[in-house]
């Protein structure tokens, strides 16, 4: 914004804004082989969900929330609707080999009173961080 002022001639000069250092660097990353081990020491019901987030990069809200309607069987994709998006933005996730597998599991395993492609028992799947963390083994 002080450049744009500087521009258009209402600011002499732009202020020194020191920048902070920044540590919010992404961690705990695994490789396949760990997280093949992860995801089979977690409950069965989990193991597709996670395999999604793992294989999709989408959000575990996302996850969440995606719903039986988004999958397009025929077309092969998966499509974020934009009001489920953390930015808004929808997109479309085209989906064969393992996550076409874990997508059809999950619509088999589809039920009429629940609308999620991913739930536990007809209720969306809920926050399972005890049970990452504990076939974390931590």
């Not at 250092?21 to 977690?42: P, T």
């Not at 019901?45 to 999709?56: A, M």
């Not at 499509?79 to 597998?101: A, H, Q």
Request: charged share 30%.
């Amino acid at each position: 914004m002080f450049a744009l002022a500087l521009q258009a001639g209402k600011l002499s000069s732009k202020p020194y804004i020191p920048t902070l250092k920044e540590n919010n660097a992404r961690q705990g990353f695994l490789d396949h082989g760990s997280f093949l081990a992860l995801r089979d020491a977690l409950p069965e019901h989990l193991r597709d969900p996670v395999t999604f987030l793992y294989l999709s990069g989408w959000r575990v809200s996302e996850m969440r929330k995606v719903e039986t309607r988004d999958y397009d069987r025929a077309g092969a994709v998966l499509r974020l609707r934009p009001e489920i998006s953390k930015n808004e933005d929808g997109r479309i996730l085209p989906v064969d080999g393992e996550l076409l597998e874990v997508i059809e599991r999950a619509w088999q395993g589809r039920r009429p009173d629940c609308p999620y492609l991913f739930h536990f028992e007809g209720k969306p799947i809920g926050n399972f961080r005890k049970s990452w963390t504990s076939a974390r083994g931590a």
